[in-house]
């Protein structure tokens, strides 16, 4: 079983839809989580860290937790042509080490 | 020049030579990474320095050699490399605080395919 797992995709969405990403962990000491977004050719960029159960939104970004599942998702509301990206999942491990998924990538069609 | 920075973007080189690559950070962090990205693989964690001092090496063959002279840069020194050491290597850098964070600061990365 992976650490960090994630459908590859991609996950096509219309523009103005919402888009919906899933990312599940094995470890259930885990604490700490964190979406990067990663467009092709570039480096990853953090847009989302969560800590605790429940919802955080920033913006059009929601990231949910629920720890009992061993689920963490992001959510994005008015999809853009520009959010099409990978979209990478990262979890601190109870045995404190970052382990990335491998990301899921999304196409925002206009 | 802001955040991290990483030269050269792109190289190819050799099995038997050798050549490094740079990492600059200009946010003031305290800790500085090496990640490798290969094709449907997750980021692999290969280096940890925190305050110029190794905390971290995760199994990485001795084929690469990291180097911090100070907190603001980073070297990976490549020498006699494999084919299947073609991949983006990626630098990071955070403010560790207490404990391991996962908020890092990546560089666009150096694409290196060895022939």
């Known amino acids: 079983q992976k650490e960090v797992e994630q459908n590859s995709g991609p996950l096509s969405v219309p523009e103005g839809a919402i888009a919906s990403l899933n990312c599940t962990y094995s470890d259930r000491g885990s604490q700490s989580f964190f979406w990067y977004r990663q467009y092709s050719g570039k480096s990853p960029e953090l847009i989302m860290s969560i800590y605790s159960n429940g919802d955080k939104e920033d913006g059009r970004f929601t990231a949910q937790l629920n720890k009992a599942s061993q689920y963490v998702s992001l959510l994005i509301r008015d999809s853009q042509p520009s959010d099409s990206a990978t979209y990478l999942c990262a979890v601190i491990a109870s045995f404190q080490k970052l382990v990335f998924g491998t990301g899921t990538r999304l196409l925002v069609s206009p | 020049e802001t955040g991290v920075t990483q030269t050269p973007r792109h190289l190819v080189m050799g099995m038997t030579n050798k050549k490094s690559l740079k990492c600059e950070q200009h946010l003031g962090h305290n800790a500085m990474y090496w990640y490798k990205q290969s094709a449907k693989k997750p980021l692999e964690l290969m280096f940890v320095?925190?305050?110029?001092?190794?905390?971290e090496n995760n199994s990485v063959p001795s084929r690469f050699s990291p180097e911090c002279p100070n907190s603001s840069h980073l070297f990976l020194h490549l020498h006699t490399l494999q084919p299947e050491d073609s991949a983006l290597y990626l630098c990071?850098?955070?403010?560790?605080?207490?404990?391991?964070?996962?908020?890092?600061?990546f560089g666009e990365g150096s694409r290196l395919t060895v022939l």
């Open positions: 320095y925190s305050l110029e001092e190794r905390v």
């Open positions: 990071a850098s955070s403010q560790l605080a207490g404990g391991l964070t996962g908020e890092l600061f």
